[in-house]
């Protein structure tokens, strides 16, 4: 899907994100995902919340562990942008012990979901224990 004139990149991705698949896909949790991102990238935050909600509910149903877990930090990253510090608390404290248990230290959402908890002083005062 080409890009019209004028029309902004995430935008663009927003729009034809979950166009080349169907919804009953069991990848249609990766194009919520990438809605979502592109909402975020808007500053559309109830967009990015709704679509990072329906991907979460789409992997929960697949019970792949590790995306389950991106997919909560990524949801409580944006609850934390919204001012929602309780159920972005419980997001995290549900992914990181995943999260640390799947991947090195080194691996790029672990890192960020992990300088996400130190913003969220409930998650982070539970330590890495």
Do not use: I
Not at 16 to 36: D, E, F, I, L, Q
């Amino acid at each position: 899907m080409p890009v019209k004139a004028g029309v902004s990149w995430p935008k663009h991705g927003r729009a034809c994100s979950g166009a080349a698949y169907p919804k009953r896909t069991r990848n249609w949790h990766t194009c919520c995902a990438m809605r979502a991102a592109f909402a975020r990238m808007e500053g559309d935050l109830v967009a990015a919340e709704r679509d990072q909600r329906e991907a979460l509910r789409r992997l929960e149903a697949a019970s792949n562990t590790f995306e389950l877990a991106v997919t909560r930090y990524e949801l409580a990253a944006l609850l934390l942008q919204q001012g929602k510090l309780r159920e972005s608390a419980g997001l995290l404290a549900q992914a990181l012990p995943v999260m640390r248990q799947a991947v090195l230290p080194e691996q790029v959402s672990l890192k960020a979901a992990e300088a996400l908890a130190v913003r969220v002083p409930s998650v982070h005062d539970q330590g890495k224990g």
